[in-house]
């Protein structure tokens, strides 16, 4: 059974940065893409990230562009958001997940992805 834990969500002014960490466990994590999705209160879950396998080639959406950094460390079966210059539309509840197939890297969308964790919630203030 796939495992996974966010943390690192938090309360931060505008202009601050926060650094979301997703643990996984349950299987080979080395072997399958991981995503960062977002959901806001009253709106539908959206994409954020997403990253491959070595995690050489990333997709991040338009409105995080220059911001927001997806990583991840293998040896440590963790994935991360470093997320940068943070507004207060980026508040939301953050997710991380990762497909039940193998592929290089996931594509956006919620559909794409099997396992999901509980998610960390961002706050950031005006």
């Known amino acids: 059974q796939v495992h996974l834990v966010e943390s690192g969500g938090g309360v931060v002014q505008t202009g601050g940065s926060l650094r979301l960490s997703c643990a996984a466990s349950?299987?080979?994590?080395?072997?399958?893409?991981m995503g960062w999705f977002r959901q806001a209160p009253g709106k539908e879950r959206g994409f954020v990230a997403a990253?491959?396998?070595?995690?050489?080639?990333?997709k991040d959406a338009d409105s995080v562009k220059g911001r927001f950094i997806i990583s991840r460390d293998n040896d440590k079966n963790t994935c991360y958001l470093q997320q940068n210059s943070l507004k207060p539309n980026n508040t939301a509840v953050y997710y991380c997940?990762?497909?039940?197939?193998?592929?290089?890297?996931?594509?956006?969308?919620?559909?794409?992805?099997?396992?999901w964790g509980h998610g960390t919630e961002v706050t950031v203030s005006s």
């Open positions: 997940a990762t497909p039940r197939q193998a592929c290089i890297v996931p594509e956006p969308v919620p559909s794409a992805y099997e396992f």
């Open positions: 349950g299987r080979v994590f080395s072997s399958y893409g």
């Open positions: 990253i491959s396998v070595r995690g050489g080639t990333t």
